[in-house]
Protein backbone atom coordinates (compact mmCIF):
# COMPACT_ATOMS: atom_id res chain seq x y z
CA UNK A 1 0.00 0.00 0.00
CA UNK A 2 1.01 3.52 -0.99
CA UNK A 3 0.49 6.47 2.05
CA UNK A 4 2.80 9.56 1.45
CA UNK A 5 6.19 8.99 3.00
CA UNK A 6 5.00 12.22 5.63
CA UNK A 7 2.11 10.19 6.72
CA UNK A 8 4.15 7.79 8.05
CA UNK A 9 6.61 10.12 9.23
CA UNK A 10 3.99 11.92 11.17
CA UNK A 11 2.91 8.07 12.71
CA UNK A 12 6.24 7.70 13.64
CA UNK A 13 6.38 11.31 15.62
CA UNK A 14 3.30 10.77 17.39
CA UNK A 15 4.29 7.01 18.69
CA UNK A 16 7.80 8.54 19.97
CA UNK A 17 5.67 10.95 21.64
CA UNK A 18 3.02 8.52 22.91
CA UNK A 19 5.72 6.27 24.31
CA UNK A 20 8.14 8.95 26.10
CA UNK A 21 5.34 11.13 27.47
CA UNK A 22 4.18 7.31 29.37
CA UNK A 23 7.51 6.86 30.73
CA UNK A 24 8.29 10.30 31.97
CA UNK A 25 4.80 10.32 33.84
CA UNK A 26 5.99 6.75 35.46
CA UNK A 27 9.41 8.10 36.05
CA UNK A 28 7.66 11.65 37.99
CA UNK A 29 5.62 9.08 39.29
CA UNK A 30 8.26 6.72 40.82
CA UNK A 31 10.22 9.76 41.62
CA UNK A 32 7.15 11.59 44.17
CA UNK A 33 6.53 8.07 45.61
CA UNK A 34 10.46 7.22 46.48
CA UNK A 35 10.73 10.72 47.92
CA UNK A 36 7.90 9.75 50.58
CA UNK A 37 9.26 6.26 51.01
CA UNK A 38 13.19 5.89 50.22
CA UNK A 39 13.36 2.83 51.70
CA UNK A 40 11.19 1.16 48.84
CA UNK A 41 14.03 2.84 46.67
CA UNK A 42 17.06 0.80 48.30
CA UNK A 43 14.55 -2.34 48.04
CA UNK A 44 14.42 -1.85 44.16
CA UNK A 45 17.99 -1.54 44.15
CA UNK A 46 18.58 -4.67 45.93
CA UNK A 47 16.23 -6.30 43.60
CA UNK A 48 18.15 -5.32 40.71
CA UNK A 49 20.97 -6.70 41.89
CA UNK A 50 19.47 -9.67 42.27
CA UNK A 51 19.22 -9.77 38.29
CA UNK A 52 22.21 -9.35 38.22
CA UNK A 53 23.98 -12.22 40.37
CA UNK A 54 21.49 -14.55 38.76
CA UNK A 55 23.28 -13.86 35.78
CA UNK A 56 26.35 -13.83 36.66
CA UNK A 57 25.58 -17.26 37.98
CA UNK A 58 24.28 -18.70 34.61
CA UNK A 59 27.06 -17.26 32.94
CA UNK A 60 29.67 -18.90 35.25
CA UNK A 61 27.85 -21.94 35.51
CA UNK A 62 28.37 -22.64 39.14
CA UNK A 63 28.56 -26.38 40.22
CA UNK A 64 25.88 -25.85 42.10
CA UNK A 65 23.75 -23.76 40.36
CA UNK A 66 20.83 -25.15 41.25
CA UNK A 67 21.39 -24.78 45.13
CA UNK A 68 22.23 -21.12 44.41
CA UNK A 69 19.24 -20.70 42.09
CA UNK A 70 17.00 -21.01 44.98
CA UNK A 71 19.02 -18.89 47.67
CA UNK A 72 18.87 -16.23 45.39
CA UNK A 73 15.10 -17.39 44.75
CA UNK A 74 14.42 -16.85 48.23
CA UNK A 75 16.26 -13.51 48.39
CA UNK A 76 13.96 -12.43 45.75
CA UNK A 77 10.77 -13.14 46.92
CA UNK A 78 12.14 -11.76 50.53
CA UNK A 79 12.84 -8.18 49.07
CA UNK A 80 9.74 -7.84 46.75
CA UNK A 81 7.48 -9.20 50.28
CA UNK A 82 9.10 -5.80 51.55
CA UNK A 83 8.55 -3.96 48.68
CA UNK A 84 4.73 -4.93 48.84
CA UNK A 85 4.41 -4.52 52.35
CA UNK A 86 5.07 -0.36 51.75
CA UNK A 87 2.81 -0.34 48.58
CA UNK A 88 0.20 -1.72 50.77
CA UNK A 89 1.31 1.13 53.24
CA UNK A 90 1.14 3.92 51.19
CA UNK A 91 -2.39 2.62 49.89
CA UNK A 92 -1.48 1.75 45.78
CA UNK A 93 -0.53 -1.00 43.86
CA UNK A 94 2.96 -1.69 41.98
CA UNK A 95 1.60 -1.28 38.09
CA UNK A 96 0.07 2.57 39.28
CA UNK A 97 4.16 3.02 39.08
CA UNK A 98 4.37 1.73 35.62
CA UNK A 99 3.77 3.48 32.53
CA UNK A 100 0.42 3.86 31.24
CA UNK A 101 1.38 3.25 27.28
CA UNK A 102 -1.72 3.95 24.76
CA UNK A 103 -1.62 0.66 23.08
CA UNK A 104 -1.24 -2.06 25.60
CA UNK A 105 -0.09 -4.67 22.91
CA UNK A 106 3.09 -3.25 21.51
CA UNK A 107 3.75 -0.46 24.84
CA UNK A 108 3.60 2.65 22.10
CA UNK A 109 6.47 1.03 20.22
CA UNK A 110 4.47 0.41 17.04
CA UNK A 111 5.48 -3.04 16.38
CA UNK A 112 5.19 -6.30 17.89
CA UNK A 113 7.31 -9.66 17.88
CA UNK A 114 8.74 -7.91 14.59
CA UNK A 115 5.00 -6.90 13.08
CA UNK A 116 3.50 -3.99 12.53
CA UNK A 117 1.01 -3.03 15.50
CA UNK A 118 -2.51 -2.64 14.88
CA UNK A 119 -2.49 0.67 16.91
CA UNK A 120 0.00 2.28 14.00
CA UNK A 121 -1.92 0.70 10.93
CA UNK A 122 -4.92 2.84 12.56
CA UNK A 123 -2.86 6.11 13.79
CA UNK A 124 -1.56 5.98 9.90
CA UNK A 125 -5.31 5.84 8.34
CA UNK A 126 -6.09 8.29 10.86
CA UNK A 127 -3.50 10.77 9.55
CA UNK A 128 -4.16 10.05 6.02
CA UNK A 129 -8.10 10.94 6.65
CA UNK A 130 -6.67 14.16 8.43
CA UNK A 131 -4.70 14.71 5.79
CA UNK A 132 -7.68 14.51 3.11
CA UNK A 133 -9.83 16.33 5.40
CA UNK A 134 -7.23 19.20 5.01
CA UNK A 135 -6.94 19.20 1.25
CA UNK A 136 -10.72 19.12 0.82
CA UNK A 137 -12.66 22.11 0.55
CA UNK A 138 -15.35 20.85 3.18
CA UNK A 139 -15.81 17.68 5.79
CA UNK A 140 -15.11 14.40 4.37
CA UNK A 141 -18.56 13.21 2.48
CA UNK A 142 -20.14 9.86 3.55
CA UNK A 143 -22.07 7.06 1.88
CA UNK A 144 -24.60 7.99 5.12
CA UNK A 145 -25.19 11.99 4.15
CA UNK A 146 -25.83 11.18 0.58
CA UNK A 147 -29.38 11.43 0.23
CA UNK A 148 -31.65 10.28 -3.05
CA UNK A 149 -34.31 12.51 -2.35
CA UNK A 150 -33.09 15.35 -4.04
CA UNK A 151 -33.28 14.13 -7.05
CA UNK A 152 -36.62 13.34 -9.06
CA UNK A 153 -38.49 10.22 -9.19
CA UNK A 154 -40.67 10.74 -12.16
CA UNK A 155 -39.62 9.51 -15.46
CA UNK A 156 -39.21 12.04 -17.98
CA UNK A 157 -40.39 12.08 -21.43
CA UNK A 158 -37.95 10.02 -23.71
CA UNK A 159 -36.43 8.81 -20.85
CA UNK A 160 -36.29 4.86 -19.43
CA UNK A 161 -35.72 5.33 -15.71
CA UNK A 162 -35.82 8.72 -13.50
CA UNK A 163 -33.26 10.52 -11.80
CA UNK A 164 -33.83 8.95 -8.91
CA UNK A 165 -33.25 5.11 -9.97
CA UNK A 166 -30.46 6.07 -12.40
CA UNK A 167 -28.76 7.94 -8.96
CA UNK A 168 -29.49 5.08 -7.08
CA UNK A 169 -27.64 2.97 -9.78
CA UNK A 170 -25.17 5.33 -9.32
CA UNK A 171 -25.16 5.45 -5.76
CA UNK A 172 -24.83 1.71 -5.37
CA UNK A 173 -22.03 1.33 -7.36
CA UNK A 174 -20.31 3.80 -5.60
CA UNK A 175 -20.85 1.98 -2.59
CA UNK A 176 -19.75 -1.24 -3.50
CA UNK A 177 -16.90 -0.15 -5.44
CA UNK A 178 -15.51 0.80 -1.83
CA UNK A 179 -16.60 -2.00 -0.03
CA UNK A 180 -14.31 -3.92 -1.99
CA UNK A 181 -11.90 -1.76 -3.40
CA UNK A 182 -8.69 -3.29 -4.38
CA UNK A 183 -5.64 -2.16 -6.13
CA UNK A 184 -7.09 -3.25 -9.11
CA UNK A 185 -10.16 -1.59 -9.35
CA UNK A 186 -11.79 -0.64 -11.79
CA UNK A 187 -11.27 3.73 -12.91
CA UNK A 188 -14.61 6.09 -12.65
CA UNK A 189 -15.05 9.28 -14.70
CA UNK A 190 -18.38 10.93 -13.21
CA UNK A 191 -19.56 13.58 -15.32
CA UNK A 192 -22.45 15.84 -15.37
CA UNK A 193 -23.40 19.48 -14.18
CA UNK A 194 -22.40 21.57 -10.96
CA UNK A 195 -24.10 20.16 -7.54
CA UNK A 196 -25.12 16.84 -8.56
CA UNK A 197 -23.26 14.73 -6.03
CA UNK A 198 -19.97 13.67 -8.03
CA UNK A 199 -17.25 15.32 -5.14
CA UNK A 200 -19.83 14.00 -2.43
CA UNK A 201 -19.24 10.20 -3.71
CA UNK A 202 -16.09 10.42 -4.57
CA UNK A 203 -14.68 11.91 -1.15
CA UNK A 204 -17.08 9.03 0.18
CA UNK A 205 -15.36 6.51 -1.78
CA UNK A 206 -12.10 8.28 -0.35
CA UNK A 207 -13.16 7.60 2.75
CA UNK A 208 -14.41 4.49 3.29
CA UNK A 209 -11.17 3.39 1.00
CA UNK A 210 -8.69 5.14 3.49
CA UNK A 211 -10.26 3.55 6.05
CA UNK A 212 -9.35 -0.04 4.70
CA UNK A 213 -5.92 1.15 4.88
CA UNK A 214 -5.01 1.83 1.03
CA UNK A 215 -3.22 4.85 -0.11
CA UNK A 216 -5.54 7.63 -1.26
CA UNK A 217 -4.65 11.40 -3.07
CA UNK A 218 -7.75 13.55 -3.45
CA UNK A 219 -6.94 16.57 -5.50
CA UNK A 220 -8.62 19.73 -6.86
CA UNK A 221 -7.38 19.41 -10.52
CA UNK A 222 -6.66 23.57 -10.76
CA UNK A 223 -5.15 23.36 -7.05
CA UNK A 224 -2.66 20.25 -7.57
CA UNK A 225 -1.54 21.85 -11.57
CA UNK A 226 -0.96 24.57 -9.68
CA UNK A 227 1.30 23.01 -7.44
CA UNK A 228 2.84 20.92 -10.16
CA UNK A 229 3.71 23.90 -12.31
CA UNK A 230 5.81 25.86 -9.02
CA UNK A 231 7.75 22.45 -8.94
CA UNK A 232 8.59 22.09 -11.85
CA UNK A 233 9.23 25.43 -13.03
CA UNK A 234 9.77 27.44 -9.70
CA UNK A 235 13.15 28.32 -8.18
CA UNK A 236 11.92 25.79 -5.08
CA UNK A 237 11.92 22.32 -7.06
CA UNK A 238 13.15 19.74 -5.44
CA UNK A 239 13.14 16.11 -7.57
CA UNK A 240 12.99 14.40 -3.24
CA UNK A 241 10.00 16.08 -2.86
CA UNK A 242 7.81 14.94 -6.31
CA UNK A 243 4.24 15.57 -6.61
CA UNK A 244 3.50 13.88 -9.85
CA UNK A 245 5.06 10.83 -8.38
CA UNK A 246 3.05 10.85 -5.72
CA UNK A 247 -0.04 11.16 -7.73
CA UNK A 248 0.79 8.53 -10.50
CA UNK A 249 1.28 5.84 -7.58
CA UNK A 250 -0.66 6.11 -4.62
CA UNK A 251 -3.71 3.20 -4.58
CA UNK A 252 -6.26 5.47 -5.73
CA UNK A 253 -5.73 8.85 -7.05
CA UNK A 254 -9.36 11.20 -7.37
CA UNK A 255 -8.57 14.00 -9.56
CA UNK A 256 -12.10 16.71 -9.32
CA UNK A 257 -13.27 18.84 -11.14
CA UNK A 258 -10.77 17.90 -14.34
CA UNK A 259 -11.17 20.43 -16.89
CA UNK A 260 -11.68 23.83 -14.54
CA UNK A 261 -8.06 24.35 -14.43
CA UNK A 262 -6.47 27.01 -16.33
CA UNK A 263 -4.97 25.45 -20.13
CA UNK A 264 -2.10 25.65 -21.14
CA UNK A 265 0.43 22.78 -22.65
CA UNK A 266 1.83 21.99 -19.56
CA UNK A 267 -1.44 21.17 -18.08
CA UNK A 268 -2.65 19.41 -21.14
CA UNK A 269 0.77 17.28 -21.02
CA UNK A 270 0.84 16.53 -17.11
CA UNK A 271 -3.16 15.50 -17.34
CA UNK A 272 -2.48 12.98 -20.13
CA UNK A 273 0.73 11.51 -18.46
CA UNK A 274 -0.68 10.79 -15.47
CA UNK A 275 -3.91 9.13 -16.28
CA UNK A 276 -1.76 6.84 -18.99
CA UNK A 277 0.41 6.25 -16.07
CA UNK A 278 -2.35 4.91 -13.96
CA UNK A 279 -3.89 2.93 -16.81
CA UNK A 280 -0.80 1.51 -18.10
CA UNK A 281 0.18 0.04 -14.58
CA UNK A 282 -3.41 -0.95 -13.66
CA UNK A 283 -3.77 1.66 -11.10
CA UNK A 284 -7.48 2.95 -10.33
CA UNK A 285 -8.64 6.31 -10.66
CA UNK A 286 -11.44 8.51 -10.13
CA UNK A 287 -11.95 11.27 -12.22
CA UNK A 288 -14.83 13.68 -12.03
CA UNK A 289 -15.90 16.89 -14.30
CA UNK A 290 -18.57 18.92 -15.50
CA UNK A 291 -17.51 19.04 -19.58
CA UNK A 292 -19.19 16.55 -22.19
CA UNK A 293 -16.89 14.28 -23.57
CA UNK A 294 -16.79 16.04 -26.78
CA UNK A 295 -16.05 19.12 -24.59
CA UNK A 296 -12.63 17.39 -23.08
CA UNK A 297 -11.22 15.96 -26.75
CA UNK A 298 -11.07 20.07 -27.73
CA UNK A 299 -9.75 20.91 -24.44
CA UNK A 300 -7.42 17.70 -24.28
CA UNK A 301 -7.14 15.50 -26.86
CA UNK A 302 -9.04 12.63 -28.54
CA UNK A 303 -6.49 10.05 -27.15
CA UNK A 304 -7.34 10.99 -24.33
CA UNK A 305 -10.94 10.32 -24.27
CA UNK A 306 -10.25 7.70 -26.24
CA UNK A 307 -8.58 6.10 -23.32
CA UNK A 308 -11.40 7.30 -21.24
CA UNK A 309 -13.88 5.89 -22.78
CA UNK A 310 -12.50 2.15 -22.90
CA UNK A 311 -10.56 2.00 -19.54
CA UNK A 312 -13.03 4.08 -17.26
CA UNK A 313 -16.91 3.37 -16.06
CA UNK A 314 -18.59 6.61 -17.05
CA UNK A 315 -21.61 7.58 -14.98
CA UNK A 316 -23.33 10.77 -16.27
CA UNK A 317 -25.21 12.49 -13.48
CA UNK A 318 -28.48 13.76 -13.40
CA UNK A 319 -30.57 15.96 -11.90
CA UNK A 320 -30.78 19.45 -10.32
CA UNK A 321 -27.95 21.85 -8.61
CA UNK A 322 -28.98 19.88 -5.09
CA UNK A 323 -26.54 22.63 -3.40
CA UNK A 324 -29.32 25.08 -5.00
CA UNK A 325 -32.52 22.94 -4.19
CA UNK A 326 -31.25 23.07 -0.05
CA UNK A 327 -30.48 26.74 -0.17
CA UNK A 328 -33.95 27.28 -1.44
CA UNK A 329 -35.45 24.54 1.32
CA UNK A 330 -33.52 26.76 3.47
CA UNK A 331 -35.82 30.31 2.59
CA UNK A 332 -38.73 28.52 2.29
Avoid at 67 to 94: M, S, T, W
Avoid at 264 to 280: E, H, L, M, P, Q
Amino acid sequence: MGYDKKVYEEADSIIRERRNKALKASELKKESFFREYPEAKQLEKKLNYTMTKLIRIVLNGELELKIALNELKKENLAIQEEINKIYRKAGIRAEELEPEFFCKLCDDKGEKDGRVCECYRKLVKEIACNNLNRLSPFKLSSFQTFSLEYYNYKIKDGEKVSERELMGKYFGFCQNYAKTFSVNSRNILMRGNTGLGKTHLSLAIAREVIERGFGVIYCSTPEILSKLEKERFGKSYNNSDDSEEALKECDLLILDDVGSEFHTSFTKNIIYNIINFRISHGKPTIISTNLELEELEVMYSQRLVSRLMGEYVIMNFVGTDIRQVKRLEKYT
